[in-house]
């Protein structure tokens, strides 16, 4: 029998004198059955606070093991294997700026690349890349190649780059490149840049820009 349905079963026994004991046990016995506090039953109904956590939760380690899994695999240097160099790897970097000018005309050859060295089973693996800037600026009025062809060519690691602009709108020339797994220019070396236009041709010599 439950405590509370004891104790309303009790109270009536005492009440109707069903139960034989003395007076004063009988008046102390109600005195305390009154007393007692009614028994209720609380259910502890399911907390809406406890899911958004376990959700909050969830989401952050998702978004942790994501950015660890993107950040363990290089996707700019895959290795030939299908790995990426992440281990051990040997990284150079190639920052150069390159700067000259002749009579009429000045121009700058920037170039960044990145090579790395990494391990691939028994081997060393290589991957690159680079980008470059060439910049050729003509020193007059824009009206002296007003109906010409500009042409210009530039020498880099023995490979030639150029190109050619009919009635330029600009005094200035620009070319740019990129590429994967080619070669890094060499800081040491002179960039030779030949122009032709309006019937004069001219060169000029690009040297390092020392940081």
Not at 11 to 20: I, L, Y
Not at 48 to 66: E, N, Q, R
Not at 142 to 157: F, G, I, P, Q
């Amino acid at each position: 029998m439950e405590n509370k349905n004891f104790d309303h079963h009790l109270k009536r026994k005492v009440k109707a004198d069903e139960v034989e004991v003395p007076d004063m046990v009988r008046n102390r016995i109600n005195i305390t059955l009154n007393e007692l506090p009614e028994r209720t039953e609380h259910r502890r109904a399911p907390s809406s606070m406890m899911k958004y956590v376990l959700s909050g939760a969830i989401c952050l380690l998702i978004t942790f093991l994501s950015i660890s899994y993107i950040l363990d695999r290089n996707f700019i240097f895959p290795g030939s294997s299908g790995g990426a160099p992440n281990e051990k790897e040997d990284a150079v970097i190639y920052d150069f700026t390159f700067s000259g000018k002749s009579e009429h005309w000045k121009g700058t050859y920037e170039f960044y690349g990145k090579g790395v060295f990494y391990p691939d089973g028994d081997t060393t693996a290589y991957d690159s890349e680079s980008e470059d800037t060439f910049t050729l600026e003509f020193k007059g009025n824009l009206d002296e190649l007003r109906n010409t062809t500009v042409t210009y060519t530039y020498k880099v690691n023995a490979s030639e780059s150029g190109g050619s602009v009919e009635n330029p709108t600009s005094r200035v020339f620009q070319h740019h490149s990129s590429a994967k797994g080619g070669s890094m220019v060499e800081g040491n070396q002179i960039i030779e840049v030949t122009i032709e236009w309006a019937g004069q041709k001219e060169k000029l010599y690009l040297e390092r820009v020392q940081p």
